[in-house]
């Protein structure tokens, strides 16, 4: 069980750095970059690893992940540029190594990280270091200085683990891998961390009813609502057309080329999500 669960990680991690469809679209410059959203926050992209958001108070500093450990580095200069406050804490939005493998060094510089007890469990489960001090059910609110970071668990999709971060008084959401943006839509299930194409629509259904004008996803560039509208549809039309061609017994081939070909499906998607997406929609 561990094994697998270990090797599952270990595929994902390389398949994630390798992937050809993972090294455009969504994916930032080669170089370590910095973007202002805002006056206080920034998001950190390169072309490897997920997102980085940036939250700068007088008190410190809040990161939404911290990419892979051998980011660090990278990601701490371009921090340090804007402020010398330390590092408070490092929100998870959810448990893959492109999100989290800055965990230990992140701890060694005295951040407290933060979970989801989903994400926490998962990660003790496989071995991972750099753990959350924190973890959370339902609802945390942190406090930057006086600015409110709501962070939510609102159900399963990409794993059974993902965070949606609100900052109420910016109008933005911070939505992790659970709406993150590739080029066109794609959809990773990831299974074995308790991902659901059921459940994915109807978790993002909640997400929309926060107030919010801006996005910043998992993958790529900041957007907007109606983007996230889009993608509630793509889930949903995957999921009825794959209990579809269930319903008439086509085979596991069949369903895999539709995937490909009206779906956008690519080589991660297929090994993390397609046996579960078929035994999930019977
Ligand atoms: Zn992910």
Redesign the pocket.
């Known amino acids: 069980m561990r094994t697998t669960a270990l090797m599952t990680g270990a595929v994902l991690a390389v398949s994630l750095a390798a992937t050809s469809a993972y090294a455009q679209g969504g994916f930032g410059p080669q170089e370590m970059t910095r973007y202002q959203v805002k006056e206080n926050i920034y998001t950190i992209r390169n072309a490897g690893a ?1 997102n980085v958001i940036m939250l700068v108070g007088e008190e410190g500093v809040v990161l939404i992940d911290d990419k892979f450990p051998q980011d660090h580095d990278a990601i701490m200069k371009l921090v340090r540029e804007v402020t010398d406050a330390p590092v408070l804490y490092v929100i998870n939005t ?1 448990m ?1 190594p492109d ?1 989290v493998g800055g965990n230990p060094a992140m701890k060694d510089i005295g951040a407290a990280i933060v979970s989801s007890e989903n994400a926490r469990r998962i990660m003790a489960e496989r071995g991972t270091p750099g753990l959350a001090n924190i973890a959370m059910r339902d609802y945390l609110r942190i406090y930057l200085d006086e600015m409110p970071i709501d962070l939510y668990y609102f159900g399963r999709g ?1 794993t059974d683990g993902d965070i949606v971060i609100h900052l109420p008084t910016e109008r933005i959401v911070i939505t992790g ?1 659970l709406f993150a943006l590739y080029g066109p839509y794609r959809a ?1 299930i990831d299974y074995s961390a308790g991902g659901s194409l059921r459940d994915w629509p109807r978790t993002l259904e909640r997400v929309l009813q926060l107030d919010f004008d801006l996005v910043i996803p ?1 993958h790529s560039g900041p957007t907007d609502r109606a983007n996230i509208e889009g993608y509630i549809d793509y889930l949903t039309r995957t999921a009825q057309m794959v209990r579809e061609m269930n319903a008439q017994n086509r085979s596991r081939e069949d369903i895999q080329k539709m995937l490909e070909s009206e779906f956008n499906w690519g080589r991660l998607e297929m090994m993390v999500g397609l046996d579960g997406v078929i035994s999930e929609m019977r």
Request: overall charge negative; glycine content about 24%.
């Open positions: 997920g959810h893959h999100h990409h891998d990773v998992g």
